[in-house]
């Protein structure tokens, strides 16, 4: 198992990973397009406080391992996307989070072959209600001049994808990774990310010097849906909530915040059905905007 790890994380590579898919299209004159990496629910238990490190399994854990690796592109299918952030966090194999530590949680920066390799395990389960959620691993990826993306890593086989509505859903499909065994009782696969944007040019030094705005939860929602705010600094904060035509609907946050991590409820039973865009600002500079569907059918 020690000769795996050591193996994997110096090469990068072992030989026996499973193929990932990158779904493309064939645009005019030929062009090859790959399609982003579709998003999947934040989930309430992504901290912002994780270490660097490539293996996110605890020290006295004796279990089986997960051998992780992929890339990072833009939608070119080509140009790599190096210093990539990507935050992963996950249940331990009872389906439990750490959320007072960092066992099973781990930041990554992709290197100049714009690769990753992440040591872990199959994540266990839990109940989501009368449900059990498949197995899945967490992923946030932020690299300057892309699209933000937060999403969810699912497994070939897993009998509970079927009654999930989020690893079911057709979006889902390119999320959902083969791992095959190797020595030692250790799993092996690849996932590669692809990221929408218009590649460095700046457009997240706001979110470098102030934090993130995560994607509200759940989405779409029917009465209530709730997102969180890091800040990575004391802040005047405004959250603004506009609908389609530009008209102010709710403000969620217009006060002075010491940094930490902040939740943010917003029920309204009389909303209509559409999409709203929620504005954050701090020290009067606009830092994100996030879509939000409400739908009641």
């Not at 990554?108 to 959620?133: A, C, F, H, M, V």
Request: proline content about 5%; aromatic content about 10%; glycine content about 8%.
């Amino acid at each position: 198992m020690k000769s795996n790890r050591r193996d994997f994380l110096k090469k990068g590579s072992l030989g026996v990973l499973a193929a990932s898919i990158i779904p493309f299209t064939v645009k005019a004159g030929n062009a090859i397009v790959c399609e982003p990496t579709t998003p999947d629910i934040l989930g309430p238990f992504f901290s912002e406080n994780a270490p660097e490190t490539n293996s996110i399994v605890p020290e006295d854990y004796n279990g089986e391992r997960l051998f992780l690796e992929g890339r990072l592109t833009s939608t070119d299918c080509e140009t790599g996307i190096s210093n990539a952030v990507m935050d992963f966090w996950q249940a331990n194999e009872g389906g439990d989070y750490d959320n007072n530590g960092n066992n099973f949680r781990g930041k990554i920066i992709t290197d100049q072959n714009r690769n990753y390799n992440l040591e872990s395990i199959i994540p266990g389960k839990y109940l989501n209600g009368s449900q059990y959620r498949p197995g899945h691993i967490h992923l946030k990826v932020q690299a300057e001049g892309y699209d933000e993306l937060v999403t969810q890593i699912y497994f070939a086989g897993d009998p509970d994808i079927s009654s999930d509505p989020w690893a079911s859903s057709p979006s889902a499909a390119n999320r959902i990774i083969q791992v095959n065994p190797g020595i030692a009782g250790d799993w092996f696969g690849t996932f590669d990310v692809v990221l929408s944007g218009e590649g460095p040019i700046g457009i997240n030094e706001l979110q470098k010097e102030y934090g993130d705005l995560s994607q509200n939860y759940p989405n779409p929602f029917q009465i209530s849906t709730r997102m969180f705010l890091v800040l990575n600094k004391n802040a005047n904060t405004l959250i603004e909530v506009y609908d389609q035509k530009g008209r102010l609907v709710k403000v969620l946050m217009n006060q002075n915040l010491e940094k930490g991590r902040y939740e943010l409820n917003w029920t309204d039973e009389s909303l209509s059905n559409g999409i709203y865009t929620a504005a954050w600002t701090s020290d009067s500079k606009l830092v994100k905007t996030i879509k939000m569907i409400h739908q009641t059918n």
